[in-house]
Antibody
Framework: QVQLQQWGAGLLKPSETLSLTCAVY????????WSWIRQPPGKGLEWIGE???????NYNPSLKSRVTISVDTSKNQFSLKLSSVTAADTAVYYC??????????????????WGQGTLVTVSS | QSVLTQPPSVSAAPGQKVTISCSGS????????VSWYQQLPGTAPKLLIY???KRPSGIPDRFSGSKSGTSATLGITGLQTGDEADYYC?????????????FGGGTKLTVL
């Protein structure tokens, strides 16, 4: 059974860089897209981006200029960096295993399982 | 404001049935598959439905999904108090300028 465990700094000042890491235990690292998703307090989910074991990435266009997702296949880990944070980046950040593909009827994608979440607060 | 539109809240009595809608457009729901997630209070989201209507192992058949045109629906029958949660739909958006995964704003289910 695949489990994701994430960690990183929970309190940042404006303009700093958010850094989180997610470790994957108990399953294959290849064949999936490893994703980051965030949820501002009391609000809905926002997809940040994803990476596969080869290092191929896709990012949310609205965050692309500030986001870097990287992978360390030797450790079965992937990481998120978000630069120049502001209060608007305050959220619970989740890592998740993504399954994505293209069929005749369109693109399919879903996330399972998810990490436990990390609350990141940006405050001066 | 979310790309996919969900009602903010729905409610029903224990044992009853409820449906949650998710409305989008041709660039997302209309031409791609939909997934649904359950988020119990204080926990991470959990996959309920994938590829419009498939249930992962361990998800009871009280939960069902469907899609028609640019809208999708999550159905829950035999409501239990443990079903009280926020529910989110998600899909791929194929817009040329903004391709990526999009979610609905979430629907809070109250079991009265």
């Amino acid at each position: 059974q695949v489990q994701l465990q994430q960690w990183g700094a929970g309190l940042l000042k404006p303009s700093e860089t958010l850094s989180l890491t997610c470790a994957v235990y108990g399953g294959s690292f290849s064949g999936y897209y490893w994703s980051w998703i965030r949820q501002p307090p009391g609000k809905g989910l926002e997809w940040i981006g994803e990476i596969n074991h080869s290092g191929s990435t896709n990012y949310n266009p609205s965050l692309k200029s500030r986001v870097t997702i990287s992978v360390d296949t030797s450790k079965n880990q992937f990481s998120l960096k978000l630069s120049s944070v502001t209060a608007a980046d305050t959220a619970v950040y989740y890592c998740a295993r993504g399954l994505t593909g293209i069929a005749a009827a369109g693109t399919w994608c879903w996330f399972d399982p998810w990490g436990q979440g990390t609350l990141v607060t940006v405050s001066s | 404001q979310s790309v996919l539109t969900q009602p903010p809240s729905v409610s029903a009595a224990p044992g009853q049935k409820v449906t949650i809608s998710c409305s989008g457009s041709s660039s997302n729901i209309g031409n791609n598959y939909v997934s649904w997630y359950q988020q119990l209070p204080g926990t991470a989201p959990k996959l309920l439905i994938y590829e419009n209507n498939k249930r992962p192992s361990g998800i009871p058949d009280r939960f069902s999904g469907s899609k028609s045109g640019t809208s999708a629906t999550l159905g829950i029958t035999g409501l239990q108090t443990g079903d009280e949660a926020d529910y989110y739909c998600g899909t791929w958006d194929s817009s040329l300028s903004a391709a990526g995964v999009v979610f609905g704003g979430g629907t809070k289910l109250t079991v009265l």
